[in-house]
C-alpha cells in the first residue's frame, strides 16, 4: 500500500468541536478531550429540550392566560371551559398574547365567553 | 392580527361582537401572497393594576411580536415602576393572606409573568401581629430551628411563643415557603416588608390596598361579577 499521511483529518475534526464549545468553562472550550464530553452532553440536551421547550411555552400560555382572566374574576379553568363551549378555537398561545398586547380584544373575546355561559 | 385559529360564531344576538373579534383575529390564507406578520407595530400595556378591584392597564406601549413567546422587557421588571401593595394582616388566616403575598411578589396577578423575571411588586402587611390561624394551630404549629452540624441543637417554639418574641417572623415564614427557592426566590422576599403594628414607612410608595383580595378564589366564578367586571351589564 502507498504512504498514506493522516494529515490534518483529525485538526479539523477537533476544531469543529471546538468551535461548538466556545463559551463553555475553563477546558471544555480549551482542550478537546473534555470539549468533546461537554459537546455530547450539550447536543443531547439540545435534543430533549427542543422538545420541552414546546411543553414550556404552552405552560406560560396557560399561566398568562390565567393572570389575565383572574383579573377579571374567572379562573384559567372555567375560563377554557366556557371557550370550548362558546365554540371560540383561539389557542393558549393566541389568548395569551393578546392578553398582553390587546387588552381590549381580550376583554372582548371574555364577553363572547361569559355570554354565552 | 394574524391569529392561528378561527373564531366560529355561534350565536346570533351577538355577532357584532362576534364580528368585532373575528375581524381583529382574520386569518391570513395561505399563499395570498399576504405576510402573516401584522402590518403595524402592535401595542402592548406594560402592567395591569388592581385598585380597588378595578383593572387598570399602565405602563409604556410597545410592538409586540405575535410569533415570538414574549419576555418580559426593562419596564416590566424596572423597580422603580414596581407596584407596591400593602395588605392588612388583622383577623386574616394565615395561610390565605400568605398565598395571595406570594402571588403579588411573583408577580402571578399580571399576564406579563416570568418565572425567571421578577415582574411582581411590593408587598406590606400591617399588623402581622394580629394575624389569624384557625383550629388549635395557635398553640399546636411548631416552629423548628436547628443549626446544622451541631447535633442536639434543635429548638422548638409554638405559634403563640412566637407571636410574642418575633410577630412579623410568622407571616415572613408563611409567605417565605411558597415563594420560590432559589436567588430570585430571595430577591423576591426582599420584596416582603412585614410589620407588627399598623404603621408602616411606605407611605410615600402609596400602596394599593389588595386586602379585599385575600380569599378571592374565581375557583367557581360568580359570573355576575365577571359580566359586571368584563361590561356586560
Redesign the interface.
Same mark, same amino acid.
Given at each position: 500500500m502507498a504512504r498514506v499521511k493522516r494529515g490534518s483529518v483529525a485538526r479539523k475534526r477537533r476544531r469543529q468541536v471546538l468551535k461548538n464549545t466556545k463559551g463553555a468553562r475553563s477546558a471544555n472550550s480549551k482542550l478537546f478531550r473534555s470539549a468533546q464530553q461537554h459537546n455530547m452532553k450539550a447536543l443531547r440536551y439540545a435534543y430533549v429540550d427542543r422538545r420541552n421547550k414546546k411543553r414550556e411555552?404552552r405552560r406560560?400560555w396557560i399561566?398568562?392566560?390565567?393572570?389575565?382572566?383572574?383579573?377579571?374574576?374567572?379562573?384559567y379553568?372555567?375560563f377554557i371551559h366556557q371557550l370550548a363551549k362558546?365554540? %371560540?378555537?383561539?389557542?393558549r398561545? %393566541?389568548l395569551?398574547?393578546l392578553?398582553?398586547?390587546?387588552?381590549e380584544?381580550f376583554?372582548?373575546?371574555?364577553? %363572547?365567553v361569559?355570554?354565552?355561559? | 392580527m394574524a391569529m392561528a385559529h378561527r373564531v366560529v360564531a355561534r350565536s346570533k344576538a351577538s355577532t357584532h361582537r362576534h364580528a368585532a373579534v373575528a375581524k381583529s383575529c382574520v386569518v391570513r390564507p395561505k399563499g395570498t401572497g399576504v405576510t402573516t406578520r401584522p402590518a403595524r407595530g402592535l401595542d402592548f400595556a406594560c402592567r395591569a393594576t388592581v385598585a380597588g378591584g378595578e383593572v387598570k392597564w399602565v405602563g409604556n406601549r410597545r410592538k409586540l411580536d405575535l410569533n415570538r413567546k414574549y419576555y418580559p422587557k426593562k419596564e416590566d421588571v424596572d423597580t422603580q415602576k414596581k407596584v407596591w401593595y400593602i395588605v392588612d394582616a388583622e383577623g386574616k388566616t394565615l395561610g390565605r393572606l400568605a398565598t395571595m403575598v406570594s402571588m403579588y411578589l411573583r408577580g402571578k396577578h399580571l399576564p406579563t409573568f416570568s418565572p425567571s423575571m421578577d415582574t411582581g411588586g411590593y408587598v406590606v402587611v400591617i399588623n402581622a401581629d394580629k394575624v389569624a390561624v384557625s383550629g388549635k394551630k395557635e398553640t399546636d404549629k411548631m416552629y423548628y430551628y436547628h443549626r446544622v452540624h451541631r447535633p442536639g441543637t434543635m429548638k422548638t417554639e409554638t405559634l403563640s411563643e412566637l407571636r410574642q418574641r418575633v410577630p412579623e417572623r410568622i407571616v415572613e415564614r408563611a409567605v417565605k415557603g411558597m415563594l420560590p427557592k432559589g436567588r430570585l426566590g430571595n430577591t423576591l422576599f426582599t420584596h416582603l416588608k412585614v410589620y407588627a403594628g399598623p404603621e408602616h414607612p411606605h407611605e410615600a410608595q402609596k400602596p394599593v390596598d389588595i386586602t379585599s383580595l385575600i380569599d378571592k378564589k374565581p375557583k367557581e366564578a360568580d359570573l355576575a361579577a365577571v359580566r359586571a367586571a368584563v361590561g356586560l351589564e
Open positions: 411555552a406560560q399561566i398568562r392566560c390565567n393572570s389575565a382572566t383572574r383579573l377579571y374574576g374567572i379562573g379553568s372555567q362558546s365554540q %371560540v378555537r383561539l389557542n398561545k %393566541v395569551a398574547q392578553a398582553l398586547s390587546n387588552p380584544d376583554k372582548n373575546i371574555l364577553q %363572547v361569559i355570554e354565552n355561559e | -
